[in-house]
Nanobody, 120 residues
Framework: QVQLVESGGGLVQAGGSLRLSCAASGSIFSINDMSWYRQDPGKQRELVALISSGGNTNYLDSVKGRFTISRDNTKNTVYLQMNSLKPEDTGVYYC??????????????WGKGTLVTVSS
């Protein structure tokens, strides 16, 4: 079993910055893709940023140039640096990870989410 725990959400004014963290723990052999999703009330969860185990990244068009995803494989942790935040970035941010467990079982896990609120 693997747990993903997010932190770093909060309330910030437009133009401000936040840094989200997500730490994975448990029966981990390795982690492939790690990503951040965002969900607004009444809307589908959307992929904001993804980083592969090799460091390749992909971003939602609306956050390119403002958000940076990174990871520390020694800590099984993924980060999302969010700069120049806009009110439309408001939502619950979820961490997601493709984990190879110690039994060589491939599983996908979600964190419980952290709320980001950007005021205008």
């Amino acid at each position: 079993q693997v747990q993903l725990v997010e932190s770093g959400g909060g309330l910030v004014q437009a133009g401000g910055s936040l840094r989200l963290s997500c730490a994975a723990s448990g029966s981990i052999f390795s982690i492939n893709d790690m990503s951040w999703y965002r969900q607004d009330p009444g809307k589908q969860r959307e992929l904001v940023a993804l980083i592969s185990s090799g460091g390749n990244t992909n971003y939602l068009d609306s956050v390119k140039g403002r958000f940076t995803i990174s990871r520390d494989n020694t800590k099984n942790t993924v980060y999302l640096q969010m700069n120049s935040l806009k009110p439309e970035d408001t939502g619950v941010y979820y961490c997601n990870a493709d984990v190879i467990e110690r039994a060589y079982l491939a599983m996908n896990y979600w964190g419980k989410g952290t709320l980001v609120t950007v005021s205008s």
